[in-house]
């Protein structure tokens, strides 16, 4: 069977041939310039070509997918990148150690306007008759490595003589070593295949050999082209993999436009840069292999300015240390093996927020999940079915810590606001988590309050989460849902990953519903609080998934939308993320409602104790490791049997919850249950933010509000003094009434909650009131350089 690979104009390609070449480890020495924009520096990738590599998390999809043909699924592209040629005589080389081909043309930037760099015979020379997803590996052609790349300047590409790193004969002494060490090609590889499998006990060896392997000088340069998505690298010669070298180095350079990273200033003004969860993802800090099946695991020297922090995906506390005079350097590494698109960095003049008295953690809650049962330790003596990493599920101390260390970072103007909300509210959500999954998969964590600019209300990444300043204001209860739902991420869509991005119900569906759980348990509510706040919560969530469905593309409502080939790649391992550019996906939320509302479903009928006792189990088992909603669905299925008395089967959910557009209709059926309780009636002066929420969207159904009654809604309720959702509401009822006296508070809020009012611009520009339109475009020019890129693209369209 082929699968065609249809490249449209909102469909992301991922081109990396992680089939023939697995990149295992990064090491990044960079340095931030925050006057010019620009990072630049060195990065050295690891590969290795061993399917061993792979075995994970393929031969557990093949598990999973039992009932589906095993048979090779070949992708086809419309439009070939790139096609090795035959012989050395297209390419002007010239000689470098060992006689291998050099492309660079030394530090120099090679790119020309139109983004390709290196050997322009070699580009030219390019054939357009084959299909560069597929390339085959035989005959007289040379072996192609693709990375995925874009929008970086490629200085040069160099293989790393690994044999000459002094203390390297540790790993000599096997028999392959020693077979191998007749050919110096053959031995450079075999030392860095010794040292990507290393046993998980050696992991600071490891870390070190990486470094000094990092430095060891080069043994030739690599012929190299980039195009629009990728870097395409080759060695004169090498028409295998497996001889192909396993050691490469780049050096390279951002380009201040590249979306991967957000060069703005924050809220004090100062001048900052982070990793703002482009649609692209690294690409464009770093070339990677980007397809989820390239877990790696990386380490990072990075240089900046003595006046800026830098924070990190690391597990390691950073302790920055002088280089140069007014310079520092951070060092940050991970050890447990993740897709590159986790990886994230920020540097700025960040003040960490401490607290000026020693809370007590909390450490037990002997509730409904009560720490290590017997059945914890029965998990904790299990092996791990995931590659070999020092993993904090196998550690006794690990799994009985409930609160894991952690700092708030912020601009100096936000320190108050952080130390009176923020601060407070991590121990006890990070207590909630524990109690209810169990082992914390990350050793620490920092949160970092990241500019306006910011699309989202928070982002998570390993050991680091992005939150926006609008969740500090109002009270506790925003910041501390959406902390809640941060920190779910770090076991759902950290630890455990989808394999097929488009599947992203895996991650936010999953973080949608912890979020309550959490947040109840952070709160401390008995069950029946806890049980009316969760139905209100889901009266909201339906009405937001009800509007959602009726404005938005049938194509965009899909869970699943590569249906059956959902997780398949081409032979050389390239695929696309359907819909991974359109713009508008970006702030769409049917992965989360629709994916939340099938949790719901799962732990209504199952009972709570049953599908948490059982979730729990999942995270032990799959942790790790890459899923598929069949890998998820199978598990629950086989190990609470009564779901299958409502008719559930993986073949029905499919078919009802996730291949469908609009509403799925088991959902419809199950509403009415929630719709009618107690605080969705209620309606006093002392309301609770989701219940205020729901009174202005009521309010939002009425045709017309009089001025007197908006003005009197305000003072009752406080309305700009509560927090984004409820300021959200009351700028949509100020502009659907034209109230005059409101539009202070919508220009305030395009202004500071930039993550959330994109959708005002249009609800401004679609009255057709001068006035109106008038403050969508000066707003708009006073925050489109700021602006996040999509943001700012999908707002253009809207006004212009």
Request: hydrophobic content about 40%; glycine content about 6%.
């Amino acid at each position: 069977m082929k699968m065609e690979l249809d490249i449209t104009k909102d469909d992301l390609p991922l081109m990396a041939n992680t089939s023939h070449m697995l990149v295992r480890h990064y090491v990044l020495d960079l340095d931030v310039d925050l006057k010019s924009h620009v990072i630049g520096g060195t990065i050295v990738l690891f590969f290795d070509t061993d399917s061993s590599c792979r075995k994970g998390d393929r031969e557990q999809v093949e598990e999973a997918c039992h009932s589906q043909s095993d048979g090779t699924c070949c992708i086809q592209a419309p439009e070939a990148c790139y096609v090795p040629v035959p012989n050395a005589s297209a390419c002007s080389t010239k000689s470098g150690c060992n006689d291998f081909a050099v492309c660079g043309k030394g530090e120099n930037d090679t790119s020309d306007k139109n983004g390709s760099h290196g050997n322009k015979e070699l580009a030219s020379g390019i054939s357009s008759s084959k299909n560069c997803c597929d390339i085959e590996i035989h005959g007289s052609e040379d072996f192609l490595l693709v990375l995925d790349c874009c929008d970086l300047s490629v200085l040069k590409v160099e293989e790393v003589d690994v044999a000459v790193v002094p203390g390297i004969e540790k790993f000599t002494s096997s028999a392959k070593l020693m077979d191998a060490s007749k050919d110096p090609r053959d031995l450079r590889n075999q030392i860095v295949h010794e040292l990507v499998t290393l046993p998980a006990d050696y992991w600071k060896d490891q870390l070190q050999f990486y470094r000094l392997c990092s430095q060891a000088p080069a043994c030739g340069e690599l012929l190299f082209v980039t195009g629009t998505w990728s870097l395409e690298i080759r060695k004169t010669g090498v028409q295998l993999p497996k001889d192909f070298p396993h050691a490469i180095r780049i050096c390279y350079k951002t380009k201040p436009e590249g979306k991967s990273l957000s060069w703005t200033t924050d809220q004090c003004d100062r001048p900052c840069v982070y990793t703002a969860g482009s649609p692209i993802n690294n690409r464009a800090l770093f070339p990677c292999q980007e397809p989820p099946v390239a877990m790696s695991t990386w380490q990072a020297t990075v240089r900046a300015d003595a006046c800026f922090v830098v924070l990190m995906s690391g597990e390691n506390v950073a302790e920055p240390t002088g280089s140069e005079e007014g310079v520092l350097n951070w060092f940050y590494y991970v050890t447990m093996p993740m897709p590159a698109s986790t990886f994230t960095i920020a540097a700025g003049c960040w003040a960490e927020v401490k607290r000026k008295t020693c809370a007590t953690d909390v450490q037990r809650n002997d509730g409904l999940f009560p720490l290590l049962s017997k059945a914890d330790v029965r998990l904790l003596e299990q092996t791990c079915g995931h590659l070999p990493y020092p993993c904090r599920f196998q550690d006794p101390a690990a799994t009985s810590q409930v609160v894991i260390p952690h700092r708030v970072f912020a601009p100096q103007c936000l320190k108050k606001s952080c130390e009176e909300v923020l601060l407070q509210l991590i121990p006890q959500c990070l207590s909630a988590a524990y109690n209810l999954l169990g082992t914390h998969p990350f050793s620490r964590l920092d949160v970092l309050i990241v500019p306006p600019n910011f699309s989202s209300l928070g982002m998570a990444s390993p050991h680091i989460i992005f939150m926006s300043q609008s969740t500090l204001s109002g009270g506790s209860h925003l910041c501390g849902t959406r902390l809640c739902h941060e920190i779910a991420h770090a076991w759902f869509g950290l630890a455990i990953g989808a394999r097929d991005w488009t599947e992203e119900w895996l991650s936010e569906g999953f973080a949608t519903h912890l979020e309550d759980a959490f947040w109840s348990a952070a709160q401390q509510l008995s069950a029946d609080e806890a049980k009316e706040q969760q139905d209100l919560k889901a009266v909201l969530r339906w009405q937001r998934l009800r509007d959602e469905v009726q404005n938005s593309e049938g194509d965009l409502q899909v869970l699943r939308p590569k249906k059956e080939n959902t997780g398949k790649a081409s032979e050389s391992g390239a695929s696309i993320i359907k819909h991974g550019l359109n713009a508008e996906k970006v702030f769409m939320q049917v992965h989360y409602l629709k994916g939340y509302f099938l949790l719901r479903s799962f732990a209504g009928k199952a009972g709570e104790a049953a599908y948490f006792a059982f979730l729990k189990k999942f995270v032990r088992a799959f942790h790790g490791q890459l899923i598929l909603s069949q890998d998820f669905l199978h598990l629950l299925l086989s190990d609470i049997p009564q779901l299958k008395r409502y008719g559930l089967s993986v073949e029905n959910i499919f078919q009802k919850w996730l291949d469908c557009t609009g509403i799925p209709k088991p959902l419809l059926e199950e509403s009415q249950a929630w719709q009618d309780c107690r605080l969705a009636q209620q309606v006093n002066e002392e309301l609770s933010p989701d219940q205020l929420v729901l009174l202005l969207e009521c309010l939002l159904e009425k045709k017309t509000l009089c001025s007197k009654t908006l003005e009197c809604l305000q003072k009752t309720y406080h309305l700009r003094e509560q927090d984004a959702e409820v300021r959200h509401r009351w700028c949509e009822l100020v502009i659907k009434h034209k109230y005059t006296a409101g539009y202070v508070d919508v220009e305030k809020f395009l202004k500071e909650d930039q993550a959330m009012g994109v959708y005002l611009y249009g609800e401004l520009m679609v009255n057709e009131d001068a006035k109106q339109q008038e403050i969508a475009r000066k707003s708009f020019a006073t925050t489109r350089d700021q602006m996040d890129a999509s943001s700012a693209k999908v707002v253009a369209e809207m006004l212009f």
